[in-house]
């Protein structure tokens, strides 16, 4: 049950203990959420960073008594989104992403290894480049497993635009990783 909120315009002088209880409720899903999307635990901890961050320093001025779940989800996809635009101009990879092709390059091939961590780049880099709504009812419905309504609500919409912005969305996807496919497979 969560804790009774009263209008949250988070600046300096918020109560430390609304702001430790609104973490405390919500820290998971915010982590669950970026680990989702970036692929990466530590990425997923500096999302989680930054975005109650943010909410300390008063960067944000969202009334968060209304629907502080939808408001923090959002929060969370888009810096995650952020942090992998930023990722794609630097081309790093993070640590868990190592940790888990050498656990898992003891029963695959490196080929299979290095194609499927060049197609999760290429869908990462794909979503990026989703703009902010697309990208966030994307996330919201293929990493988080909500259904239109759910997002609707989430994105104060309709359940009919969240589906006409989804068909977008894929639309643009399997545009991009087709032409990837396509190139893949001519080189075989």
């Known amino acids: 049950m969560q804790a009774a909120l009263k209008p949250l315009r988070?600046?300096?002088?918020?109560?430390?203990?609304?702001?430790?209880?609104?973490?405390?409720?919500?820290?998971a899903r915010v982590f669950r959420t970026a680990q989702r999307i970036t692929g990466s635990a530590a990425d997923a901890e500096d999302v989680?960073?930054?975005?109650?961050?943010r909410l300390v320093k008063g960067q944000e001025t969202?009334?968060?008594?209304?629907?502080?779940?939808?408001?923090?989800?959002?929060?969370?996809?888009n810096a995650s989104l952020d942090l992998l635009r930023s990722r794609t101009r630097s081309k790093s990879i993070g640590l868990d992403e190592a940790d888990a092709d050498a656990l898992a390059g003891r029963t695959r091939s490196p080929e299979a290894l290095h194609a499927d961590r060049e197609l999760q780049d290429l869908v990462r880099e794909a979503v990026s480049r989703l703009g902010k709504t697309a990208g966030e009812a994307f996330v919201l419905r293929y990493?988080?497993?909500?259904d239109n309504k759910e997002i609707a609500v989430l994105l104060e919409t309709s359940p009919l635009v969240v589906g006409v912005v989804l068909h977008r969305a894929r639309t643009k996807l399997r545009k991009e990783i087709g032409h990837?496919?396509?190139?893949?497979h001519e080189k075989e």
């Open 180 to 184: 990837y496919l396509e190139k893949h």
């Open 62 to 77: 969202y009334d968060l008594s209304k629907n502080p779940e939808a408001y923090l989800s959002r929060a969370a996809i």
């Open 10 to 27: 988070l600046v300096k002088t918020e109560p430390a203990g609304e702001l430790e209880t609104l973490f405390q409720t919500h820290h």
């Open 48 to 53: 989680l960073q930054n975005v109650f961050l």
């Open 143 to 146: 990493y988080e497993g909500l």
